[in-house]
């Protein structure tokens, strides 16, 4: 079970985070060509992360490249780099349709052909940026089987929403997460949260972890490596979650040695996706 | 590929490399580099930029390289971005690039 | 969310809310806001200006960083821009002057230093090889003998007096390297003036004619020279020109003997040449003195033969004067260039 807590976002044109990234070991790192690189080095960063993507290090480590979106003239060249590079996903920003992901599919099959990687290798994300979007996220999480998770962007969002953030718990972007939340279970694929601005406030960060984590996201977007730990710590079970876990799992176990077709647990039935959960804690546990 | 004008790519920053690619009135290929750990990696930074040179067929021109301590996979990406914008390459060819 | 973002240009003479706050931060830094400047890199953070540096032509002048944020890499940043920035306006050839405590920092800009006025100024240049590879096109073009002399004629444009000048000096030397200042800064252009001292000369056989080089008075090794302001005459105004000839140019070409037109009219012109005595002569340097020849001024009728005097004919049309002036290669350009309206 791949888990997606932190999804780093790196600058594509920095030689000097894209060097040491990796060291911070996040879930996920997101090579960005699109709002972090100036219109005059979107063909200098698509170079370096196209050489990037092959460095050793990544090897080990999901990555993601975030290509321009596919109304500017960026994106195609974007997507040979991404896909020849051997990115484990493509992230499309700005989604708005299931046509744009079915349309990104038919060219990632095209280069993955031409270059020799096995048809359906490369994985693709949507990230959510506005209220068509947001309207549109079911049809788009389900626009493909390459889909694995589908992002809430909320700068660009709230932009289009003609309101702000606010702190607490934050209405402006109630209806949008739970929306993105609903399409990614609807389509069984990840669900991240909004990236947290503020590097310098950490309590603010947790505050919004919490408000992620307890909806239900598997993780967020986050702008700096400080961030990674903090999150997976606040992601990770309480003891009393990895007790019971492990409790739920030996039952699985010794009904499956018992040959027996139902789990049960202090006299109740355990269904599969609470043992899907329990591996999940127990992974988080392990990982954080 | 043929060096038509002057381009750079890259910039001062620490683990990166500021490359200057520039015609060369006499037909040959000229690379020189500047470094801050030029004992220890000089050889193989110029390795790597001329292999990169190399798979571009770039036969002549002025190649100035001034490195901070980039990896090889910064300095080939920055070597091909200054390479590419010097000849005004519009299409990318791929296979020459990895 | 990145570095880039905080940078942006600035042109002063647009901008006057942004020239003040760059005025201030330069002056926080012990530097004055040079006129000369027609664009700049500037950081904010937090709307606050925190780095600037600005660009005349292809040298980097006025840069500072906020005193709170030195040591950051906001420094290489701005380096970063404003190389970007002169890159993006053709200029890849950059130059830099500096007080010489500032050296290690401009290294880091991948600025090379070429010549220092003692305890007062760096030049330096964005190239390591740049002025070596400059001088090895030179030594090429080396002549044997023992008095080899070198001329830098602006010839705005040739006259009869530059025609002098040269003969007078071709007939001392076994060899004469003659240099024309490439900037178009003048009346007539660098191709036009190049052309007609090219046409003016022919005829002097131990001659090398050389085009104009950014190392030879340029806006870069001399800025004052092309300032309209004369107050800004002082010690070392010409030096860092005079000392590049001197340590580089001179010692390529194995010149011996400068030879320059004694100037009774441009205080510019008679201010250079006092200097270079001083620098080409006197003062200390591993390279070897080079005696300096002040050849007196051709004249027609007593008036020394000068091309500001061939400019003024020129306003007024008068080509008779000026035919008593100019070779005739001159001459014909002129008529041709700026034929009489019909009156």
Redesign the interface.
């Known amino acids: 079970m791949k888990l997606r807590r932190s999804m780093l976002f790196v600058p594509g044109d920095n030689g000097a985070m894209l060097s040491t990234s990796f060291v911070y070991n996040p879930d996920s790192v997101m090579f960005d060509l699109e709002d972090a690189v100036s219109p005059r080095e979107k063909d200098s960063a698509r170079l370096m992360v196209y050489q990037a993507l092959q460095h050793p290090a990544y090897r080990d480590i999901e990555t993601v490249v975030r290509i321009n979106g596919v109304d500017t003239p960026f994106w195609q060249e974007d997507l040979e780099a991404a896909v020849r590079g051997g990115a484990d996903i493509v992230r499309l920003p700005k989604t708005e349709t299931a046509q744009e992901i079915q349309e990104l599919e038919t060219h990632v099959a095209r280069i993955e052909k031409a270059c020799g990687r096995a048809v359906g290798d490369t994985k693709l994300m949507a990230a959510i940026e506005s209220a068509s979007g947001v309207v549109n996220a079911v049809a788009i999480a389900r626009a493909s089987p390459r889909m694995v998770a589908i992002a809430m962007a909320g700068f660009d969002y709230l932009v289009d929403m003609h309101t702000r953030r606010s702190a607490g718990w934050e209405p402006e972007l109630f209806y949008a997460r739970a929306a993105v939340l609903h399409a990614a279970r609807a389509a069984h694929i990840d669900a991240f949260d909004v990236v947290y601005g503020n590097v310098n406030d950490d309590e603010g960060f947790l505050r919004e972890v919490q408000i992620a984590k307890q909806l239900g996201f598997n993780g967020k977007s986050l702008i700096h490596p400080k961030q990674i730990d903090l999150l997976h710590k606040a992601y990770a079970p309480t003891e009393a979650e990895v007790s019971h876990a492990k409790r739920v799992l030996a039952a699985a176990d010794e009904a499956h040695r018992k040959g027996l077709g139902v789990v049960s647990l202090d006299g109740k039935m355990v269904d599969p996706p609470v043992i899907h959960e329990a591996e999940m804690a127990l992974q988080m546990a392990e990982a954080a | 590929m043929k060096v038509i004008k002057e381009a750079i790519a890259g910039t001062l920053e620490s683990s990166d490399l500021l490359v200057k690619v520039a015609p060369s009135d006499r037909g040959t290929r000229d690379v020189v580099i500047r470094s801050e750990v030029i004992k220890q990696f000089g050889k193989q930074i110029r390795r790597v930029v001329t292999d990169t040179l190399d798979k571009l067929s770039v036969s002549g021109g002025s190649i100035v390289v001034e490195d901070k301590g980039a990896l090889d996979c910064v300095i080939r990406a920055r070597v091909q971005a200054a390479v590419l914008r010097a000849c005004e390459a519009n299409q990318l060819e791929w296979e020459r690039l990895s | 969310?990145?570095a880039?973002a905080d940078f942006y240009t600035v042109h002063p003479k647009d901008a006057p809310a942004e020239r003040e706050d760059i005025r201030r931060l330069l002056a926080a830094n012990d530097l004055e806001l040079d006129d000369q400047i027609e664009v700049f890199v500037v950081c904010r953070r937090e709307g606050r200006l925190v780095a600037c540096a600005g660009l005349d032509h292809y040298t980097i002048k006025c840069v500072a960083v906020a005193q709170d944020l030195r040591g950051e890499?906001l420094s290489?940043?701005l380096?970063?821009e404003v190389?970007?920035l002169a890159?993006?306006r053709g200029q890849?050839h950059l130059f830099l002057y500096t007080a010489p405590h500032n050296l290690p920092l401009f290294r880091?800009?991948?600025f090379y230093p070429l010549v220092e006025v003692p305890e007062r100024v760096v030049l330096m240049e964005n190239?390591?090889?740049a002025l070596e590879r400059y001088c090895d096109s030179l030594r090429a073009q080396r002549r044997p003998g023992k008095t080899i002399g070198g001329i830098v004629l602006n010839a705005n444009p040739f006259t009869l007096g530059h025609r002098y000048l040269v003969e007078q000096a071709a007939g001392a030397c076994d060899w004469l390297h003659v240099f024309v200042v490439k900037e178009d800064a003048s009346m007539f252009s660098y191709a036009d003036r190049f052309a007609l001292v090219a046409a003016g000369v022919k005829g002097i056989d131990n001659l090398t004619l050389y085009p104009g080089s950014d190392y030879i008075i340029s806006r870069a090794t001399f800025p004052g020279y092309f300032l309209k302001e004369k107050g800004l005459i002082e010690a070392s105004w010409a030096a860092v020109d005079l000392l590049l000839f001197r340590d580089y140019i001179a010692p390529a070409l194995g010149i011996t003997h400068r030879y320059v037109g004694s100037e009774p009219f441009d205080v510019v012109t008679r201010s250079y040449n006092a200097q270079m005595k001083q620098w080409l002569e006197r003062a200390a340097s591993t390279a070897a003195a080079i005696t300096v020849v002040e050849i007196p001024r051709a004249s027609l009728g007593g008036v020394p033969i000068s091309a500001t005097e061939v400019r003024r004919r020129l306003a007024q049309h008068d080509f008779r004067a000026i035919g008593d002036l100019v070779p005739a290669t001159t001459l014909e350009f002129l008529e041709r260039r700026f034929p009489a309206t019909v009156q």
């Open positions: 969310m990145n880039t890499s290489l940043d380096g970063s190389v970007h890159a993006a890849f880091g800009w991948g190239s390591p090889v």
